[in-house]
């Protein structure tokens, strides 16, 4: 039976894409990170449209992905209400998707290739910092050891980074070329959205990760 599903991430940039029987039928995003409120809605209604769905009623939808971040306030926010809000209109079910494991998902192929047994994915949390997480790398299959955390970037863990965080702070992370720049995006948040699903494990509650405000930073003496 075909599925079908509407992925957002607001966690950096803003993206929306629609996944259907695992291809990407229709993908947008902007480059920017401070314009999500203004695009999101175009965007949502141009991949439904363009997959063939009306936007007024979203026949044909079996679901909604978001990404829960971690991501900064304002972002995070506009993607989560908006997916939560369209899910309630729509009647559908709506799936949290941790924004960096979105990401792992989309460089553990490439992990896997170089022999990274384990890796980071690191994005950028301003103020100096970076938003990260700890993987595991079963066959090309991520698995997240710890995180997410967000500090200085001489705070994480000494492996191979994934992730725009590495671009930023190349003199403390080892980024690992071609990825240097890496966001999370809805077409990732779809690909690791709908096989948690199948596997019963990995989806989130659709509630913002902003980490800020709260104790989420590793000690030092425990990180691996």
């Not at 950028?124 to 500090?151: C, M, S, T």
Request: hydrophobic letters at 40%.
């Amino acid at each position: 039976m075909s599925q079908t599903y509407l992925a957002l991430d607001t966690s950096a940039t803003a993206s929306a894409a629609v996944l259907r029987d695992d291809d990407v039928a229709a993908h947008r995003s902007t480059g920017s990170q401070r314009n999500h409120s203004e695009v999101l809605a175009g965007f949502i209604t141009e991949v439904l449209t363009e997959s063939g769905i009306d936007p007024s009623t979203a026949k044909g939808l079996d679901g909604i992905f978001v990404g829960v971040g971690p991501g900064p306030f304002t972002g995070l926010r506009a993607g989560i209400i908006t997916a939560q809000t369209l899910a309630h209109t729509w009647k559908l079910p709506v799936y949290g998707v941790l924004s960096l494991d979105s990401l792992a998902h989309r460089v553990a192929a490439e992990a896997f290739r170089i022999g990274a047994q384990e890796f980071v994915v690191a994005t950028d949390a301003r103020r100096k910092e970076v938003y990260w997480a700890h993987y595991d790398n079963i066959g090309g299959q991520p698995q997240r050891l710890y995180g997410p955390f967000v500090n200085a970037a001489h705070e994480v863990t000494e492996l191979p980074v994934f992730g725009a965080g590495a671009g930023l702070y190349p003199e403390e992370l080892f980024g690992i070329t071609g990825f240097t720049d890496a966001v999370p995006d809805a077409t990732d948040i779809a690909a690791y959205g709908t096989v948690a699903l199948r596997r019963g494990r990995g989806l989130q509650p659709v509630e913002p990760q902003y980490l800020r405000g709260h104790d989420a930073k590793i000690p030092k003496q425990l990180r691996p």
